[in-house]
Nanobody, 117 residues
Framework: QVQLVESGGGSVQAGGSLRLSCAAS????????LHWYRQAPGKLREFAAT???????DYGESVKGRFTITRDNDKNTVYLQMDSLKPEDTAVYYC???????????WGQGTQVTVSQ
């Protein structure tokens, strides 16, 4: 089965930066689109960023211009570089992909990001 493992979360002050990583296994990584979502306490899970197999990217409005998604197919890893962080970016960040083999979505366990004033 597909396994996604996020890392890189932590606590940072407003204006700071963090880089999240998501290591994937059990899939043909280079052919997959990968996504980052986030969920703040008491709120619905929200789309943050996506990168296609060809490297095209898209971002949620709330992170556009501050976050950058990249991928390293040699390392089977997708990254989310988060700059100019704001307290409202505080959330659990999840990596996601859809497997055409298993015909289902797979999620990582999430990594906590906390941004303080």
């Amino acid at each position: 089965q597909v396994q996604l493992v996020e890392s890189g979360g932590g606590s940072v002050q407003a204006g700071g930066s963090l880089r999240l990583s998501c290591a994937a296994s059990g899939m043909i990584f280079s052919t997959a689109a990968l996504h980052w979502y986030r969920q703040a306490p008491g709120k619905l899970r929200e789309f943050a960023a996506t990168i296609t197999s060809g490297g095209s990217t898209d971002y949620g409005e709330s992170v556009k211009g501050r976050f950058t998604i990249t991928r390293d197919n040699d390392k089977n890893t997708v990254y989310l570089q988060m700059d100019s962080l704001k307290p409202e970016d505080t959330a659990v960040y999840y990596c996601n992909t859809y497997s055409t083999l298993y015909r289902k979505n797979f999620w990582g366990q999430g990594t906590q990001v906390t941004v303080s004033q």
